[in-house]
């Protein structure tokens, strides 16, 4: 039986390194991709930082006026401040699509996991060292043909290629061998691991778990006691067991959008105002599509103080009507004007609206 061989292709800062590509004068400047930060008034986050704007301590996610604050502090100091950008979707689309192009040409099975990550199959190269010449030849075809840089990580399942990835970023190639997994996984501090994020990382540091040779010590039935449904899958990851396979073509699992604030309101009229503008996008998104109809509504608020909630309605009829998204958006989000959702009365940032359970 031929071992299975599976990489893992994460560009480097992607769409920040478009841009300094594509403007050699910022070249060795920080960049920062998202948000208008308006001074330090802006609202919104970061989509991409580059490594240079990372020593500034500027990452994704961060809030926009934060990062803005960074990019001050760095000046005071005498550096150069940071660059801001909108970000520009067409441009970075295409190019993830002339990077998909390239690793197909060596790889028959390619899931593009986002825009600017993939997986693919090397089994068929039967050997670690033959899979790393290939996925160098990739990195190479990559850095003349698209001149961004990627990091690679091959390991025996896509859990080992994924994390092995980010290893070393950026521009890395990190191999490893199915021996090798558990080894490779011991030392690594348990946020490495899909599926812990910081709640659950803040939970397992108060049972003493710091590294993921700590996990190994509770039983399936104990993390699955500890941490519900995750658990369990938590429990073989720790031990690098992933059987999840390569998928082509990849289906979307939503279609939606969100708008922050300029200023945090609970302003209802306002709102819903521009909660409908969002539902007239994701549906204008929803008929560009191949899908046909979806059975589940979903919004997303956020309050002042970062605390995000979610509200969703799945009917027992595919749906594919404007009105009724609309509608039952509308209904989702009326709760959160009272004290139903929000008891304290907070102003509210950000509303998202998406459809999920697509049907082609």
């Not at 490594?51 to 150069?80: D, F, H, M, T």
């Not at 520009?88 to 295409?94: G, I, M, S, T, V």
Request: glycine fraction near 6%.
């Amino acid at each position: 039986m031929t071992k299975r061989i599976v990489a893992h292709l994460d560009m480097d800062a992607f769409f920040a390194s478009l841009e300094e590509r594509d403007n050699p004068q910022w070249n060795g400047m920080a960049i920062v991709v998202g948000s208008d930060p308006k001074n330090g008034d802006g609202r919104g986050v970061v989509s991409t930082a580059n490594y240079k704007a990372r020593e500034y301590g500027i990452r994704s996610a961060l809030p926009i006026s934060v990062a803005w604050r960074y990019s001050q502090k760095a000046k005071n100091e005498g550096k150069p401040e940071a660059i801001f950008l909108p970000p520009d979707f067409e441009r970075y689309e295409k190019a993830s699509g002339d990077i998909f192009e390239i690793i197909k040409k060596y790889s028959k099975s390619v899931e593009p996991a986002s825009i600017d990550e993939f997986y693919f199959d090397l089994s068929s190269a039967r050997s670690f060292e033959k899979a790393k010449k290939i996925c160098q030849k990739i990195k190479d075809e990559i850095k003349i043909k698209v001149r961004v840089t990627c990091s690679v990580g091959i390991g025996s399942n896509k859990l080992i290629a994924k994390i092995s990835a980010g290893m070393k970023k950026p521009d890395g190639l990190v191999v490893v061998k199915e021996n090798d997994a558990e080894n490779f996984l011991e030392k690594l501090p348990i946020r490495n691991i899909p599926g812990i994020g910081p709640k659950t990382e803040l939970y397992l540091h108060s049972k003493n778990v710091k590294i993921v040779k700590d996990l190994k010590r509770f039983s399936r039935e104990e993390l699955k006691e500890m941490l519900g449904k995750w658990g369990e899958s938590i429990y073989f990851k720790a031990r690098g067991i992933d059987e999840s396979p390569i998928v082509e073509n990849k289906e979307a699992k939503s279609i939606g959008e969100q708008t922050t604030f300029q200023e945090d309101t609970l302003n209802s009229v306002f709102i819903c105002q521009e909660l409908k503008k969002l539902c007239e996008g994701v549906f204008k998104s929803f008929k560009e599509s191949e899908f046909k109809s979806f059975k589940t509504i979903a919004i997303t608020v956020r309050f002042y103080d970062f605390e995000t909630k979610t509200s969703a309605k799945t009917f027992k009829k595919e749906m594919e009507d404007k009105k009724m998204l609309m509608l039952e958006s509308l209904k989702l989000l009326l709760p959160f004007f009272d004290r139903r959702k929000n008891p304290r009365q907070k102003s509210i940032r950000l509303v998202g609206v998406r459809v999920e359970k697509l049907k082609i």
